[in-house]
């Protein structure tokens, strides 16, 4: 291994993306956007929700409860008829309603009050929201009635204030290095293979190792500026807080890179040109967006497909990147990852080493 | 200057099999230091494939072969030998010095000696006033001449060009003769390949090849009278013709 050569190869690659701005644009670009539009899509909580309440509860709890539904997720309409109420549900017009029947606030001390809640089922998120909302009423309601129960929030991580942009924010850096790293290696793989230039510089003392590693340490140094650009972003745009060691972070997101380009290079080895590399956008794309933890925790995951949740590397990628941004978390917490992300380069840096040579 | 003994390339019984297709045949060949040697032979002879695996970078069927004493794949003598192929093998993305300095670097040299050498072979394939530029804003041949550069670099002992003078015009072809020459009197060995066998009449000595097998080495003299022929043209197809009736 020469150190020299190696470097050379990382230069050529760094001075080949210098003089093409617009791919350098894509890098930097292709990730904001991804930040931007799950940002404000999925980062913003479910809001201005039409519920219809019909109240014909004779005491006053179901007031104070209805009194405690603040903010504007809910758009509480006061309807007097369930039926025609329904009947609003029934055409589209409303998503839920919540019914107080006459005898509510006398059944509270009895432990039978019910509130009866008849939803439009068709969108979980909007269910979860009205449930949510009215839990919260009926907490706050019954706490301050010297009520036998209650709940005491106390976050370990985080705060009621985390939004989805600041868990999924680390997940998305992950993701843009991912498809990054991995589809320019393969894209400068075909284009070397068929411009008869892996077969020049092999012509040379080079060896498989050192144009590796040379790829390796320029798609890194790559992803690492992007992943600068798309966090500065989410901490400017949409204030999201760093909690951890963002050198830890950059680290993980290098050793990430590394065994993304040796991917790369590999599938190269079956693609014959450009047209059939970006065939393998979907191949990466889909698992790594729904399977890997990035936007849904890997509990929202049937079990059935969990294993090949374990078996995607961006899994243990996007774990550490949101335990070091979001947790504070350093290496002692992230042994797992590490040694996962170790193995993942190694198999990929020895698969692209053996297939390079072989396709000069 | 002392020519090193023994031949820059000694081929024995070198074959190469692509499934069915035989692209090089048993094929025995020596080419000795300090000479331009032309290898041709039309499309499909064998030319490429056999430079391939005089590089290493195809592993022959069978036979064996020495570069510069040493015997195949050369990794050890690569840094002595400059490599041109028929395809066009420069970065049209990089600038042309940036290209030289690629190949200067993996070869071995200083950046000194990269931009000293950058000059002079810049100059000689009249690229100097274009090294700023990058490549695919060049012409065709201009492409080609950066290419050559890129293997007169490292001032290399043995120089395998494959067809380096398609799309260069007739002025500049002239002055890469030239050169070769005076590489060649220099004690470098200059093997160029060509389906041109008019221009293969400058080399020192040639082989042509047909579908794989060597029909002829000597020198462009010897072969038209062998073949009592006027130019190299006909003498291969007389060579051709001869080996259909044997």
Known sequence: MNPRRALAVARKSLSQFRHDRRTLGFIVVMPLFMVVVFGFTFGGSVSHVRTLVVNDDSGSVASRILGNITGDTLDLVPATDLAAAREEVRLGRAWAILHFPANFTANVPLRTATVEVILDGTAPVIVGAVLGELRGAIEATLAGSGAPLTVQRDYVYGSEDTRSIDAFAPGVVGLAVLMVTTLISVIILVREKGGGLLERLFATPLRPSEFVLGHALALGTLAIFQSLVVLAAAILIFQVEIVGNLALAFAFLLLFAAGNQGLGIMMSAAARNELQAIQFIPVILFPSLLLTGVFFPLEAIPTAFRPFSYAVPLTYAADALKGIVLRGWGLGELGLDLVVLLLYDALMLFGATVLVRRQA | ?246
Request: charged content about 25%.
């Open chain 2, 1 to 246: 200057m002392t020519v090193p003994k023994g031949p820059a390339i000694a081929a024995s019984r070198l074959s190469k099999r692509f499934g069915p297709v035989e692209a090089v045949r048993d094929l025995t060949l020596e080419v000795p230091r300090g000479v331009t040697f032309g290898l041709l032979g039309p499309n499909g002879a064998g030319k490429t494939t056999l430079l391939r695996m005089l590089l290493g970078l195809a592993r022959p069927s069978g036979g064996s072969a020495e570069v510069l004493g040493n015997t195949i794949p050369p990794r050890s003598v690569l840094p002595r030998i400059g490599y041109m192929p028929q395809e066009l093998a420069v970065y049209p993305d990089l600038t042309v010095e940036e290209n030289l300095a690629l190949f200067g670097r993996l070869v071995g040299l200083t950046e000194a000696r990269i931009a000293a050498r950058t000059r002079e072979v810049l100059e000689l394939v009249d690229l100097g006033a274009r090294r700023g530029e990058l490549v695919s804003t060049l012409s065709g041949g201009m492409k080609r001449r950066t290419s050559l550069a890129a293997a007169l670099l490292h001032d290399p002992d043995l120089l395998l060009l494959d067809e380096p003078t398609v799309g260069v015009d007739p002025e500049l072809r002239a002055t890469f003769w030239t050169y070769f020459r005076d590489l060649t009197a220099a004690g470098k060995t200059v093997l160029i390949t060509t389906h041109y066998m008019d221009e293969a009449s400058r080399c020192d000595l040639v082989a042509m090849l047909h579908r794989g097998s060597l029909l002829a080495r000597d020198t462009p003299a010897a072969v038209k009278t062998s073949t009592n022929t006027a130019n190299l043209e006909d003498a291969f197809l007389a060579l051709v013709r001869r080996q259909g009736e044997a």
